[in-house]
Nanobody, 125 residues
Framework: QVQLVESGGGLVQAGGSLRLSCAASGRTFDSYAMGWFRQAPGKEREFVAA????????YYADSVKGRFTISRNNAKNTVYLQMNSLKPEETAVYYC??????????????????WGQGTQVTVSS
């Protein structure tokens, strides 16, 4: 069982930056692939970024490539999402998710076993 707690959300102006954190419980954090997803009001949850257990490989949605960076510190059981050049349309609740092993499809939320409660990111224009 893994418990995930996100933090770092807030209100930022367009073009600004935020860094989200997701702290995980448990002693085998490096066995879990981690992902970030977001969900805007009235829209489906969408993939943002993911990282392998060891941190050696990362995956991004095309819409965030070059602006967002996912990373992890396994000694601290934490995964991060650095978000730069934020856009108003990226206003959403951001969730972190964990998958023991490797998801067959990184972008598919159905492959992730554990979810945090989400953190609100609001980008003003």
């Amino acid at each position: 069982q893994v418990q995930l707690v996100e933090s770092g959300g807030g209100l930022v102006q367009a073009g600004g930056s935020l860094r989200l954190s997701c702290a995980a419980s448990g002693r085998t954090f490096d066995s879990y692939a981690m992902g970030w997803f977001r969900q805007a009001p009235g829209k489906e949850r969408e993939f943002v970024a993911a990282i392998t257990g060891g941190g050696g490989s990362t995956y991004y949605a095309d819409s965030v490539k070059g602006r967002f960076t996912i990373s992890r510190n396994n000694a601290k059981n934490t995964v991060y999402l650095q978000m730069n050049s934020l856009k108003p349309e990226e206003t959403a609740v951001y969730y972190c998710a964990a998958k023991l092993g490797t998801p067959l499809r990184w972008y598919d939320s159905r492959w992730y076993n554990y979810w945090g409660q989400g953190t609100q990111v609001t980008v003003s224009s």
